[in-house]
């Protein structure tokens, strides 16, 4: 696989395909894998670049201070990609966000799914629902932590596990395993946030924005595709996915591959 080098910080991505660029960014509790699904449907007409965040997958951390948003610029500089359409997931639709605010001239269009927003303080009712299922886990319990962060959000708060793919989760923990690793390490790091935080700056997004969520999706996830949707100016609220909850591109991908085709069809139209 191709790595970027930025000061000593290894940068893996993936590069398929021809045409306008697609740059996917992965959720905190995963990595570029989490986007298998949409690499062949979306790479017939683009290019399609997948990025590891820095720290998470298979990219590597210094000690040295940095900024999630930059490094996608960087990425796309070292690539010749003068702008790029961004498909962010939870996390990696915040850092989506920040990278538009930050470098509004080379974000072509954004695609939202179960994001994240930089600056959002979760919910009393949210922060109760995870208390209710990982109050018993002990931090240091990296496999039970896992555990319990599939089932919060892979599953979703009003699903029954043993409806679920046996293999979609076992494959969502050994993501989250190594995403939570990922974040002790960036723990220790001076992580640079957009300033100001891009709650407080949804007004300012420019590109034209799609945004959906997973049915099953905790709730603040939910609200707060309506609230992007909402503030925005050029923003579109699709519904929200049926039967899927944060991890949709892996968990409903034809629906996810639907969607983003056809926004992607219409920003090349």
């Given at each position: 696989?191709?790595?970027?080098?930025?000061?000593?910080?290894?940068?893996?991505?993936d590069d398929?395909?021809t045409?306008?660029?697609?740059?996917?960014?992965h959720?905190?509790?995963?990595?570029?894998r989490?986007?298998?699904?949409?690499?062949?449907?979306l790479?017939?007409?683009?290019?399609?670049?997948?990025?590891?965040?820095?720290g998470?997958?298979?990219?590597?951390l210094?000690?040295?201070?940095?900024?999630?948003?930059?490094?996608?610029v960087?990425?796309?500089?070292?690539?010749?990609v003068?702008?790029?359409?961004?498909?962010?997931?939870?996390?990696?639709g915040?850092?989506?966000?920040?990278?538009?605010?930050?470098?509004?001239?080379?974000?072509?269009?954004?695609?939202?799914?179960?994001?994240?927003?930089?600056?959002?303080?979760?919910?009393?009712e949210?922060?109760?629902?995870?208390?209710?299922?990982?109050?018993?886990?002990?931090?240091d319990?990296?496999?039970?932590?896992?555990?319990?962060?599939?089932?919060?959000?892979?599953?979703?708060?009003?699903?029954?596990?043993?409806?679920m793919?046996?293999?979609?989760l076992?494959?969502?923990?050994?993501?989250?395993?190594?995403?939570?690793?990922?974040?002790?390490a960036?723990?220790?790091?001076?992580?640079?946030?957009?300033?100001?935080v891009?709650?407080?700056?949804?007004?300012?997004?420019?590109?034209?924005?799609?945004?959906?969520a997973?049915?099953?999706?905790?709730?603040?996830?939910?609200?707060?595709?309506?609230?992007?949707?909402?503030?925005?100016?050029?923003?579109?609220r699709?519904?929200?996915?049926?039967?899927?909850?944060?991890?949709?591109?892996?968990?409903?991908?034809?629906?996810?591959?639907?969607?983003?085709?056809?926004?992607l069809?219409?920003?090349?139209?």
């Open positions: 696989m191709p790595y970027l080098d930025l000061s000593g910080a290894s940068l893996a991505y398929d395909g045409g306008p660029a697609v740059l996917l960014l959720a905190g509790i995963a990595d570029r989490m986007w298998r699904e949409q690499v062949g449907p790479s017939a007409m683009h290019r399609v670049i997948r990025l590891d965040l820095r998470y997958g298979d990219s590597t210094t000690r040295a201070s940095f900024a999630h948003h930059d490094d996608v960087a990425l796309l500089d070292s690539l010749g003068q702008r790029a359409v961004l498909v962010g997931a939870s996390f990696g915040a850092v989506a966000i920040d990278t538009a605010l930050a470098y509004p001239d080379r974000v072509a269009g954004l695609a939202l799914i179960g994001s994240a927003l930089s600056g959002h303080e979760w919910s009393e949210v922060d109760e629902l995870w208390e209710a299922l990982a109050a018993q886990v002990g931090t319990d990296v496999d039970a932590m896992a555990e319990a962060e599939v089932r919060f959000w892979v599953v979703g708060p009003g699903r029954d596990l043993s409806t793919d046996p293999d979609l076992d494959f969502a923990w050994r993501m989250d395993r190594r995403a939570l690793a990922a974040e002790a960036l723990g220790q790091v001076d992580v640079r946030q957009l300033q100001p891009a709650t407080y700056r949804l007004a300012e997004v420019r590109p034209p924005t799609l945004v959906t997973g049915a099953a999706d905790v709730p603040d996830i939910r609200r707060l595709a309506d609230r992007m949707a909402a503030e925005i100016p050029n923003a579109h699709l519904p929200d996915i049926p039967d899927a909850a944060h991890l949709a591109p892996l968990e409903r991908p034809e629906a996810v591959n639907r969607i983003l085709l056809s926004f069809g219409a920003l090349r139209g």
